[in-house]
């Protein structure tokens, strides 16, 4: 019954390397999320996806590329990983439109680049 | 630009006292208001949103927020911690022209036997 859920729940690799988060959400939401959690615990948005399409890009690196192949499922591709990429990564989803629908978030992935 | 502000990253209380965690946001149109909790190692769980209701706002786990305009203000209170509120607070808004969220920094709840 999980409604938001994530894979892998840790990825360790080393600098330069491509890697990819999955998530998927069976809440029937039409936007989805991308945030990362720094050490300090601090969140940040980084992609939003509503209907497929890219909505919000908050200065992230190009080396990061959301894709979404259907409504449920926004995944997070990675390439070139550096020392500063490691973080929680978080996927989210909620309702569109006005209404103050809050949004629920995945486990989070443990990202650690050596 | 809309920003929030939460007053001590850290917040210790005794078992049995009062939890205050302090919430401020800046915003010249009506927003939306959240409070999260996030436990060590998982993600973030809503605990309670205000949306132009009630703007007393009772919420999981005995907690509960009171929206005041003048104050701009959404402080998180419950009225006697338990060990188990040892966690990570974020106080969050939207607004009405988006999905889009934007939190605050945080703060650590330590709940002391």
Known sequence: ?114 | AQSVTQLGSHVSVSEGALVLLRCNYSSSVPPYLFWYVQYPNQGLQLLLKYTSAATLVKGINGFEAEFKKSETSFHLTKPSAHMSDAAEYFCAVSYNYGQNFVFGPGTRLSVLP
Request: proline share 4%; charged share 20%; with cysteine.
């Open chain 1, 1 to 114: 019954d999980t409604a938001v859920s994530q894979t892998p729940k840790y990825l360790v690799t080393q600098m330069g390397n491509d890697k990819s988060i999955k998530c998927e959400q069976n809440l029937g939401h039409d936007t989805m999320y991308w945030y990362k959690q720094d050490s300090k615990k601090f969140l940040k948005i980084m992609f939003s996806y509503n209907n497929k399409e890219l909505i919000i890009n908050e200065t992230v690196p190009n080396r990061f590329s959301p894709k979404s192949p259907d409504k449920a499922h926004l995944n997070l591709h990675i390439n070139s990983l550096e020392l500063g990429d490691s973080a929680v990564y978080f996927c989210a989803s909620s309702h569109s439109g006005t209404g103050g629908y809050e949004q629920y978030f995945g486990p989070g992935t443990r990202l650690t680049v050596t």
